[in-house]
């Protein structure tokens, strides 16, 4: 059983940065897909960003430019750096993880951005 555990979460000033991580265990198989998502009060769940084991990413707009995804494929760990934080990236982050065939899913992390 795979099982993911976030950190880095924490309140920023809007204009600053946070790095996330998020590790697997539990699996000696490299995770073919680890991604962030977000999900803010009210709202639904949304990609941030993912990065597959060849180091193809994607990236939601509404960060392109102010995160960065990075992996480990070794110690399948994943790691979001956000910079240029904004109000609205005020959200309780998911670490996702594509092991086929399971999806697994992180307990999350709040980060909260405010002044």
């Known amino acids: 059983q795979v099982q993911l555990v976030e950190s880095g979460g924490g309140l920023v000033q809007p204009g600053g940065s946070l790095t996330l991580s998020c590790s697997a265990s539990?699996?000696?198989?490299?995770?073919?897909?680890m991604s962030w998502y977000r999900q803010a009060p009210g709202k639904e769940r949304e990609l941030v960003a993912s990065?597959?084991?060849?180091?193809?990413?994607n990236y939601a707009d509404s960060v392109k430019g102010r995160f960065t995804i990075s992996r480990d494929n070794d110690k399948n760990t994943v790691y979001l750096q956000m910079n240029s934080l904004k109000p609205e990236d005020t959200a309780v982050y998911l670490c996702?993880?594509?092991?086929?065939?399971?999806?697994?899913w992180g307990q999350g992390t709040q980060v909260t951005v405010s002044s």
């Open positions: 996702y993880a594509y092991l086929r065939p399971r999806i697994y």
């Open positions: 539990g699996t000696s198989s490299r995770i073919y897909k």
């Open positions: 990065r597959i084991i060849d180091g193809t990413t």
